[in-house]
């Protein structure tokens, strides 16, 4: 069987209804689908779980399934790996990358941290094993304020890999973190001109926008938080219009859960289609999950010993997070 693309690259018959087939399979092995809201919303209607990089990890640390199908991109498997080391992860597509998690790269990052004996290492959970594996705690733009604010106000900290996600948790904690020099390529292409025009054009729309952003951005924005926290505050205001400075694929499960309400994807820099997505998020298609499922491959593997040093900050995240 040839996975050499990264994917099962076995054609699949036009005439089968891929929906069904996969819940057939899903059944027959016992696997469950976990799927991040930037992935497209064919597989997002699928899915058994879908969440944010936080929401992934719990549960996937509850699951009972002897197979875990994780469609999102290749550092949620390995954290899905970690946690669950006695059961098969796959992914749709190991070529489903991560543009701030090759930001850190882990011997780099090891060199870095050499400079700073005492300081307490936070990675974002968008980062490889290896790096996790350097790390006392793992978080998500979901809980990072919440655990930087555990630590004592002086403790000296390390943050990586994400510079926005980690000025903004400086700026609102009153810290200092020191930070790596890391981004995601989504969001930090977002074009703070074209959504003052979409202010504009919109002028009683919120501006929701993830903390990776750049600063700039943030500070046209109405709410910053994690995608979970986006789509909370779009379901429970009474807003009618919303401009989403976030991956575009947030906007499939927005729509579903507030169908009166109208949602604009903030723009790229470079963008002509009026969106911002990622190109590793939307590798992972319906074909690539039949397949995936089908053949049980690709399967994401983890080395024990980085794996047995990596799962501690995560499960610590954990613990803070409840």
């Not at 936070?122 to 490889?128: A, R």
């Not at 807003?239 to 991956?247: G, L, N, P, R």
């Not at 995936?292 to 799962?311: F, T």
Request: glycine share 4%; hydrophobic share 40%; aromatic share 6%.
């Amino acid at each position: 069987m040839n996975v050499d693309k990264g994917y099962v690259d076995v054609p699949v018959d036009k005439s089968i209804d891929l929906k069904s087939e996969i819940t057939k399979l899903k059944k027959e092995k016992n696997a469950v689908i976990l799927a991040h809201y930037y992935q497209k919303g064919e597989i997002q209607d699928i899915a058994d779980y879908i969440g944010d990089s936080l929401a992934l990890a719990q549960i996937a640390s509850t699951l009972d399934n002897p197979i875990i199908v994780l469609c999102g991109v290749h550092f949620m498997g390995e954290t899905a790996k970690i946690l669950c080391p006695d059961k098969k992860v796959l992914v749709p597509d190991m070529s489903a990358g991560c543009s701030l998690a090759d930001s850190c790269d882990a011997d780099d990052f090891a060199a870095f941290l050499k400079n700073y004996p005492n300081h307490t290492v936070i990675s974002y959970v968008n980062t490889s094993a290896r790096v996790k594996a350097l790390t006392d705690i793992v978080v998500t733009s979901s809980n990072a304020r919440k655990i930087v604010e555990s630590l004592p106000k002086d403790a000296p900290i390390v943050f990586g890999p994400d510079r926005n996600l980690g000025n903004y948790i400086n700026s609102i904690t009153g810290r200092n973190m020191v930070l790596w020099n890391g981004a995601c390529h989504v969001h930090e292409q977002f074009s703070v001109e074209k959504i003052v025009e979409l202010k504009k054009q919109y002028p009683g729309a919120k501006v929701l926008a993830h903390p990776e952003c750049k600063k700039a951005v943030l500070i046209l924005a109405d709410v910053v938080g994690s995608t979970a926290a986006l789509l909370k505050y779009a379901v429970e205001s009474e807003e009618k219009q919303f401009i989403v400075a976030t991956e575009s694929g947030i906007l499939h499960e927005m729509q579903k859960k507030c169908p009166g309400k109208e949602f604009i994807a903030a723009p790229a820099t470079d963008s002509t289609c009026g969106c911002n997505d990622c190109n590793f998020m939307k590798l992972n298609t319906l074909e690539k999950l039949y397949n995936a499922l089908k053949y049980e491959q690709p399967e994401i593997m983890v080395d024990p010993e980085i794996a047995a040093r990596a799962v501690l900050p995560i499960k610590k995240m954990l613990e803070l997070s409840k």
